[in-house]
């Protein structure tokens, strides 16, 4: 089972890292991390980077794709090859997923048009414009689509993923090896649950609000 995580220059570490932790427990799961070509590729923080194992062409034909998020997203929305082989490997793939702002890709690859589907809390207008039916929820499912919310969500996502093709005990069992038990020192996690200032320099200070994307 080839599991294939896209990078791209620009993308949010624990989009790919959390699902990754999580996929590579699954049996008879190769997990690569892919890129237009192999090597380094810096996170947005431009400071990090995470290597590549796979250039796109070498895995055409993935059994389940994710793609994560970061504000890199923006650069791929209308072609290239991040996009050229989106397309062509959603064609076999039993799974085509997302974490946060990865959804935008599959968005505007026209992938999830009239589909529910969910992303970072800012970018959920976004969504909806690129022809997705944006749910407020933390994993959304729609067909062989699955969409997970803002960064952290990776993990949920890769763990409802889990239970989707191995079952409940299998994903379970990961959910456990990894220790996944959050207990959170803050209940500010939504913007239905954050102080309302914070909520609004957030919004604020968003790229979705100041570029208009």
Not at 33 to 42: K, N, S
Not at 120 to 132: K, P, S
Request: some cysteine; proline content about 7%.
């Amino acid at each position: 089972m080839q599991i294939a995580i896209a990078l791209f220059d620009r993308f949010t570490m624990l989009d790919a890292i959390g699902p990754y932790q999580v996929l590579r427990s699954l049996p008879g799961a190769e997990v690569s991390l892919v890129a237009e070509r192999p090597g380094l590729v810096a996170d947005d923080s431009g400071s990090h980077h995470v290597g590549a194992d796979a250039a796109f062409a070498d895995m055409p034909r993935p059994h389940i794709v994710v793609v994560p998020g970061g504000p890199g997203e923006l650069a791929h929305r209308d072609g290239g090859p991040l996009r050229e082989w989106l397309l062509a490997a959603d064609a076999t793939s039993e799974w085509t997923t997302s974490v946060c702002t990865g959804s935008l890709i599959l968005a505007a690859a026209g992938l999830l048009r009239g589909r529910r589907a969910t992303s970072n809390w800012l970018a959920m207008d976004e969504l909806g414009r690129l022809g997705a039916i944006p749910v407020d929820q933390r994993v959304v499912e729609d067909g062989k689509y699955m969409t997970g919310a803002g960064v952290s969500a990776g993990i949920d996502m890769a763990l409802t993923l889990a239970g989707r093709i191995a079952g409940d005990d299998v994903a379970q069992a990961i959910q456990l090896g990894i220790e996944y038990d959050p207990q959170p020192p803050y209940d500010a996690g939504s913007p239905a649950k954050a102080p309302a200032e914070i909520v609004t320099r957030l919004r604020a200070a968003s790229r979705f609000i100041l570029t208009g994307q």
